[in-house]
């Protein structure tokens, strides 16, 4: 024959954690009793749920950004505790689930399984211990992705000196205005159409912008056509094209020779 015992009970406060062995003895209808016998059955009771985690983004560093799978580093847990990333969810419900990995540790980086679309999210984490228990964590990231390029360098100036111009001013002056949607992103300017080392640099606000660190040395040895580049780099790293913004002076100075009688 058989039997099934399903009236044990433990309490969930966590004061009857740990582990459960357990004994058997058989009493038959006329009250003999067999042997106490150890049924080499055992198993750990736990009912006390994970830490709250901390969560920080791991990689990319910073928001807004161009990575479409983030990955966070969720702190504050344990060895064999499990990470589940959950997006815009605060209650970590299985659709939003994005991601998870399992800690060896005190913490461990997911990330996400599916790439994002543009656009800004939240994330938390749900832990899940080795006992079943789980939590959805209060603390979250707040992260941006934007993988849309600026649009490529049009309409700048060159007041200082004039372009087209040949100068002794070894700082010259590139500026621009009426800039749609780059507040604060990076105008860069190079001397070479690969865009490769810039020569200067400036934060794009309120639509625009002035470049007034170039620099040429004035000993004669930088002097010479100097044709300008632009690019427009974000703040989540999406760069605009290498642009030949049509600006150019001759740099000049070197000292006139003294005529002679």
């Not at 058989?26 to 067999?34: E, F, H, L, Q, Y």
């Amino acid at each position: 024959g058989s039997v099934t015992i399903n009236n044990i009970t433990y309490l969930t406060d966590g004061s009857q954690d740990g582990v459960k062995n357990f004994y058997g003895v058989i009493v038959d209808t006329g009250a003999n009793t067999s042997a106490c016998t150890d049924l080499s059955l055992s198993y750990t009771l736990d009912t006390t749920g994970p830490n709250q985690p901390t969560l920080a983004l791991q990689v990319p560093l910073t928001s807004p950004n161009n990575d479409s799978t983030p990955t966070i580093r969720v702190s504050g847990i344990i060895t064999t505790d499990t990470a589940e990333l959950h997006v815009n969810d605060s209650s970590c419900l299985a659709p939003s689930l994005n991601g998870s990995a399992v800690s060896t540790g005190a913490f461990v980086d997911v990330t996400t399984s599916s790439a994002l679309a543009d656009g800004s999210y939240t994330i938390y984490a749900k832990i899940i211990d080795a006992g079943g228990n789980s939590l959805c964590s209060t603390a979250s990231v707040a992260y941006v992705l934007d993988t849309v390029n600026p649009n490529d360098p049009s309409g700048w100036t060159m007041a200082s000196p004039n372009t087209g111009t040949t100068s002794n001013d070894n700082t010259p002056q590139i500026s621009a205005a009426g800039i749609v949607g780059e507040n604060g992103s990076i105008a860069n300017i190079y001397d070479a159409g690969t865009c490769t080392t810039s020569i200067g640099f400036a934060t794009i606000a309120a639509g625009g912008f002035t470049v007034s660190n170039i620099s040429y040395l004035t000993n004669g040895t930088q002097d010479g056509l100097k044709t300008f580049y632009g690019r427009i780099t974000d703040a989540a790293g999406n760069n605009s094209n290498c642009t030949d913004i049509t600006l150019a002076y001759t740099l000049d100075t070197t000292a006139a020779v003294t005529p002679t009688t």
